[in-house]
């Protein structure tokens, strides 16, 4: 599903869906309120909504379809690239943060991987990420294999499912690994335990 103010964006998200094996277009809001209410009826497997929206904006979008749906997965496109913006919805459940001069390439990987259960960011985003996340100390967090593992397999788009298959694990210890390296890393998501990772020299993308 996509959800954006301006016809044109639209038109153009459209025809990239269109030319893009496996993804199929189920539906499209122009406005903050019409985008939860679509999110709801529709159940897409991914949104493409942009921040700034008339009639309550993506921000609020995002919050009312995650409130229903805590299991959503919504890829925020736009033009605006605040680190207060990006961090209000990463804060909100975002999957995924892109720039509206992203390739049509680039956003359809991006719909790939999000619905696969990764997450993504746009470079010149993940920059600002990196930038801002300053550890709180010079030292490295030491994780141990199986968690360095599980976060590399986490910034290839694997789900927790699929990472469970991968390395013969059952979902509850993944979810148990993740626990542990959220709180060693002192993050709060898989987004930006990844950006932190990737920052620290843990993993590499």
């Known amino acids: 599903m996509i959800a954006d103010d301006h016809p044109l964006v639209r038109?153009?998200?459209k025809a990239t869906i269109a030319r893009a094996r496996g993804l199929v277009l189920v539906g499209e809001a122009s406005n903050g309120a019409e985008a939860s209410k679509l999110a709801a009826s529709l159940d897409p497997d991914v949104i493409l909504?942009?921040?700034?929206?008339?009639?309550?904006?993506?921000?609020?979008?995002?919050?009312?379809?995650?409130e229903r749906r805590p299991d959503a997965r919504i890829i925020v496109l736009t033009?605006?690239?605040?680190e207060e913006e990006i961090r209000n919805a990463l804060d909100a459940g975002a999957k995924g943060y892109l720039l509206k001069s992203s390739r049509s390439a680039d956003i359809v990987e991006a719909v790939r991987?999000?619905?696969?259960?990764?997450?993504?960011?746009?470079?010149?985003?993940?920059?600002k990420l990196l930038v801002s996340l300053t550890h709180r100390n010079d030292e490295v967090p030491k994780l141990t294999k199986r968690q360095t593992e599980i976060l590399r397999l986490i910034s290839e788009g694997f789900s927790n499912v699929q990472i469970g298959e991968r390395l013969n694990l059952a979902e509850a210890t993944v979810k148990s690994h993740l626990t542990t390296t959220f709180k060693t890393l002192q993050v709060s998501d898989r987004t930006e335990a990844v950006v932190v990772a990737v920052r620290l020299g843990i993993i590499e993308l």
């Open 11 to 13: 038109e153009g998200l």
């Open 49 to 66: 909504l942009d921040l700034r929206m008339p009639e309550g904006g993506g921000i609020a979008a995002m919050r009312q379809i995650m």
């Open 79 to 82: 033009s605006f690239d605040s």
């Open 113 to 127: 991987v999000v619905a696969a259960g990764g997450a993504t960011l746009d470079p010149q985003v993940a920059a």
